[in-house]
């Protein structure tokens, strides 16, 4: 176990995410993940010169605990965990700045050999040799 903290990034909850019943469009959700996703990517150093390899999302699910309403602000964070196979998991959890918990994300990804169309057999080696920062990526790293 680790004592760092996943990567964050701060987003503000704006009107025209709401849905009709005032608070935050459960599709907003993924958004919100994609964001903190491509973030951390660009962190790492795993954004740009990849090459022809591009992390492609297989899976996600997002459990709801709390409502967002228009101006709250939250952290969300993503954190790698790298497996063996094709595929890796990226966790999220929305944060509002109280420290409530409004949601979990669940995510499988790979990356894809844009040539073969294929994904890559391991990805953690993939962004290891690209020169990605693997202790940005991961609090496991």
Do not use: Q, W
């Not at 090459?51 to 297989?58: E, P, Q, T």
């Not at 309403?69 to 890796?88: I, L, N």
């Amino acid at each position: 176990m680790t004592d760092r903290e996943p990567f964050r990034t701060r987003i503000k909850v704006r009107h025209y995410e709401l849905d009709t019943l005032g608070h935050l469009n459960h599709a907003v959700y993924h958004s919100y993940g994609e964001v903190a996703r491509l973030e951390l990517l660009e962190a790492a150093g795993a954004l740009h010169g990849m090459g022809k390899v591009a992390s492609v999302l297989l899976e996600t699910n997002v459990v709801f605990r709390r409502e967002l309403r228009a101006g709250d602000v939250v952290d969300v964070t993503c954190d790698v965990k790298f497996g063996s196979g094709k595929t890796f998991k990226m966790d999220s959890n929305i944060i509002k700045l109280d420290g409530t918990l409004a949601a979990e994300i669940a995510c499988t990804l790979g990356l894809m050999d844009l040539e073969i169309r294929k994904l890559v057999a391991d990805p953690r080696a993939a962004f290891e040799a690209a020169g990605a920062d693997l202790k940005v990526l991961s609090t496991s790293e």
